[in-house]
């Protein structure tokens, strides 16, 4: 199992361009979710999957587009990408039962000029 | 709606001090509780967790238990070593996985 996988590591972007965060898992859990961690702010759920083909917004969505073609691929798109947008982002995944545990990708480092 | 407050950091230790973060909850329903452990450069990974008030969750000699009374998790371990030099995270699920803002620790030799 590899688990929960992101690509890239890293990347660095100028302001208005557009990119796709990869996430992918292998343990065929329902439900995935992207996350930004920013310092001092702890995790914030930007947008989360509870199927292939149901998405919803989470608490801080504004910016990001997502997709869920597949269980396993939940890919995030920056449209038009800002310096406000630079961050640590982690996508998760966990399965639909109340107390299963959700595991968390290695993290893309983002940077936006 | 649901909610964690966790202690703010940073949190500095010696080597073989004892260690508490708190945890406090607010949930409606039936949540489960969960400790989660970063290091520099990783993602988050489970350390322990609770599912139903009273259980004890533990692992690599942390302990925190699920106490509905108080609506706590406080995290704990009797020994702290250098290699748990990391950030916690409490956290719980209601209709979502829901964060404390994480409480950095650092233990120095």
């Known amino acids: 199992n590899a688990g929960v996988t992101q690509t890239p590591k890293f990347q660095v972007l100028k302001t208005g361009q557009s990119m796709t965060l990869q996430c992918a898992q292998d343990?065929?859990?329902?439900?995935m979710s992207w996350y930004r961690q920013d310092p001092g702010m702890g995790l914030r759920l930007i947008h989360y999957?509870?199927?292939?083909?149901?998405?919803d917004q989470g608490e801080v969505p504004n910016g990001y587009n997502v997709s869920r073609s597949t269980t396993e691929d939940f890919p995030l798109r920056l449209l038009s990408a800002a310096p406000s947008q630079t961050s640590v982002y982690f996508c998760?995944?966990?399965?639909?039962?109340?107390?299963?545990?959700?595991?968390f990708g290695p993290g893309t480092r983002l940077t936006v000029l | 709606g649901d909610s964690v407050t966790q202690m703010e950091g940073p949190v500095t230790l010696s080597e073989e001090a004892f260690l508490t973060i708190n945890c406090t909850y607010t949930?409606?329903?039936?949540?489960?509780l969960f400790w989660y452990v970063q290091y520099p450069g990783e993602g988050l990974q489970l350390l322990l967790k609770?599912?139903?008030?009273?259980d004890k969750g533990s692992n690599k000699g942390f302990e925190a238990t699920f106490r509905k009374e108080t609506t706590s998790f406080h995290l704990e371990k009797g020994s702290v070593q250098v290699s748990d030099s990391a950030v916690y995270f409490c956290?719980?699920?209601?209709?979502?996985?829901?964060f404390g803002t994480g409480t950095s620790l650092t233990v120095i030799p």
């Open positions: 998760a995944s966990r399965s639909s039962g109340r107390g299963d545990t959700q595991y």
């Open positions: 343990m065929n859990h329902e439900y």
């Open positions: 949930a409606t329903g039936y949540p489960s």
């Open positions: 956290a719980l699920t209601g209709n979502q996985f829901y």
């Open positions: 609770a599912t139903k008030a009273d």
């Open positions: 999957s509870v199927g292939a083909g149901i998405t």
